[in-house]
Each structure stands twice: as C-alpha cells, then as structure tokens.
C-alpha cells in the first residue's frame, strides 16, 4: 500500500541548475507534508514542510509546492550545490493520526560540479 | 545541535537469535519512534511510543518485536528471535509534541541476520 510514492528513483543536474523532486500521495486525509534528505550512513535530516492549508513555503534556496487536487507535492533546490547530492524523501502525516510518518521510497539527487 | 544516538552501528547476528538495539532520544522530547528500511526499499514506520506506552504500532510490529524506556533515557527496541528478514537499517526518532510535526532521527543501527 503505498500512500506515498516517488516515482523517480534517481535524478541528475548540473551545479546551479534547478533541481525539482516530485511526490504524489494517495490518501486525502494527509495533513502534513515533509521533505527529508539522507546521505550514506545517517539518518533522515529533515528539510522542509508544508501544511495542507498552504500551497507554497520557502525556505532559503528550499521551495516546496503542493497540489492538493492533484495529490502532487514537489521539492525544488535552485541554485543546486554538488553538497545537496542525498536521498530526499518525502513523508506524509495523517490527520488524526499519531504523528507517525509515512515515506516514500526515496529520490537519489546527484548533482554535477 | 541535540541529536539521537543510535547503538549500535551495525550488529551482526545469527537467526534465531535476541537482539537489543538502543536509542538516546533528544531529551526534551516526549514521543518516539523506531523505523526501518530494509535495503533499497522506503523507509516503514513500526513503532510510536508516549508517555511509557506504545502508542500505535504497524503490522510489522508482531509479537517478536517489543519496546522499552527503562530509566527514561534509553529508549530500546528489541527483537526476540531474528529472522533473515529483519536485516535492514533501524531507525530510531523523537518528536516534542503531538500531531504533525518535525521528527528527529538517528544515524540508525545496521543489523545483519545471517
């Protein structure tokens, strides 16, 4: 059951290009939307988040957009930095819920100096 | 910057074997978390913990799974009798207030079930 999915695994760009990640959910009841990046050997570092009442919030080079009717969120990174290169993953948080996330599986960034 | 500390890096055991995996969560958290990715696949939610109770916990989580925070700091996940399936990384994770909020997680603990 995937609620969360991120349907490309991996993504490439060149330094000071834009990078932009997507994620797509499944389950309206979602209420909370989170990026998270990852480098080899540690944990999840979280990024950046959005509330469902919002579909817009930025944070220095970090701009996250979410489509609620489209069951669409993504991730941009503008200008990318070769040190921005990680797993990002997107997680989710139900309404009601405990505050357990739901991931998905993860999109590798690399970016090109 | 506050941190979880995960113990250990990585165990190597044996199938059939118990095994404790360790946690220090930041200290002025209340709820926490153990998640897993096994190798190449998402990151799984399998436990929540508040106030010295589970509070939710996944179908993962069966009866060979369990948890405990015995002197309010550590915060531990043990696994009674591993399987060749529960080799992934573990991750343990704590948050400071109900809801939709940010969680923080350790480096994460690497067991091997051979």
């Known amino acids: 059951d995937q609620q969360v999915k991120q349907n490309s695994p991996s993504l490439s760009v060149q330094e000071g290009r834009i990078s932009i990640l997507n994620c797509d959910y499944t389950?309206?009841?979602?209420?909370?939307f989170l990026w998270y990046k990852k480098y080899p050997a540690e944990g999840p570092t979280f990024l950046i988040s959005?509330?469902?009442?919002?579909d817009k919030n930025e944070d220095g080079r970090f701009t996250v957009f979410l489509n609620k009717s489209a069951k669409h969120l993504s991730l941009h990174i503008v200008p990318s930095q070769p040190g921005d290169s990680a797993v990002y993953f997107c997680?989710?948080?139900?309404?009601?819920?405990?505050?357990?996330?739901?991931f998905g599986t993860g999109t590798l960034l690399a970016v090109q100096p | 910057e506050p941190e979880v500390t995960q113990t250990p890096s990585h165990q190597v055991t044996q199938m059939g074997q118990e095994v404790i995996l360790r946690c220090v969560p930041i200290s002025n958290h209340l709820y926490f978390y153990w998640y897993r990715q096994i190798l190449g696949q998402k990151v799984e939610f399998l436990v929540s913990f508040y106030n010295n109770e589970i509070s939710e916990k996944s179908e993962i989580f069966d009866d060979q799974f369990s948890v405990e925070r015995p002197d309010g700091s550590n915060f531990t996940l043990k696994i009674r009798s591993t399987k060749l399936e529960d080799s992934a990384m573990y991750f343990c994770?704590?948050?400071?207030?109900?809801?939709?909020?940010?969680?923080?997680f350790g480096a994460g603990s690497r067991l091997t079930v051979l």
């Open positions: 959005i509330s469902s009442i919002k």
């Open positions: 389950n309206s009841m979602f209420d909370y």
């Open positions: 994770a704590s948050g400071q207030v109900s809801g939709a909020n940010v969680l923080t």
């Open positions: 997680a989710a948080h139900r309404r009601g819920a405990t505050n357990k996330l739901i």
